[in-house]
């Protein structure tokens, strides 16, 4: 759900653990899907986190997906992750897919490069990083807010308010819609 202020998104947060990796967020199985087709994109965001085990993912009873069986988005708002989120291959459908259901801000521990750059390129997803283990913290389905201009979370549902590192000039890139939306923009290209 998004807040009012368009610097702020809200909802619920779905936290998962270490070294989730791209074939946990997007299943190679579902890579046949065109990403330039609409009517098969939107399979991307059913299948997004699709492959990460119960148990790493930290889940109440072990039974909430990140998206529920026959839909195409998420309930959840927001990642939460720890360490080396998004390693493994390169594969750019991984930020594409969680952006797809309906999620655009990760925070995490750590990111694989790859995940991260691709994250910013495309314009997918926004990748605070937090030196706070935040998945000790916050539980799946807390009700959090993020605001993206100052980097700060709060969790709703406890009261508490963390801050995330910088997004520094990355940022810029994000608010742009991507590293070929901000080169237009700034008159590179």
């Known amino acids: ?94 930020p594409l897919a969680i952006a797809e259901a309906g999620c655009t801000v990760v925070i995490a521990e750590s990111y694989a490069r790859i995940f991260y750059r691709n994250s910013v390129n495309g314009g997918y997803l926004v990748p605070f990083e937090t030196a706070t283990r935040l998945v000790d913290e916050i539980s799946t389905g807390d009700e959090v807010a993020v605001n993206t201009e100052t980097g700060e979370l709060t969790n709703s549902t406890t009261g508490k308010t963390y801050t995330l590192q910088s997004l520094g000039d990355v940022g810029d890139i994000i608010r742009a819609g991507g590293v070929f939306e901000y080169a237009k923009q700034s008159g590179i290209i």
């Open 1 to 94: 759900m998004q807040n009012d202020d368009k610097n702020v998104i809200s909802g619920k947060a779905f936290v998962v653990g270490n070294n989730i990796d791209t074939d946990q967020i997007i299943p190679a199985e579902f890579l046949s899907y065109n990403p330039a087709d609409a009517e098969e994109r939107k399979y991307f965001g059913m299948h997004a986190m699709c492959g990460v085990p119960i148990a790493e993912a930290g889940l109440p009873d072990g039974n909430i997906p990140f998206v529920a069986e026959g839909q195409f988005g998420s309930e959840f708002a927001v990642i939460i992750g720890g360490s080396n989120f998004g390693c493994g291959s390169s594969r750019e459908h991984a």
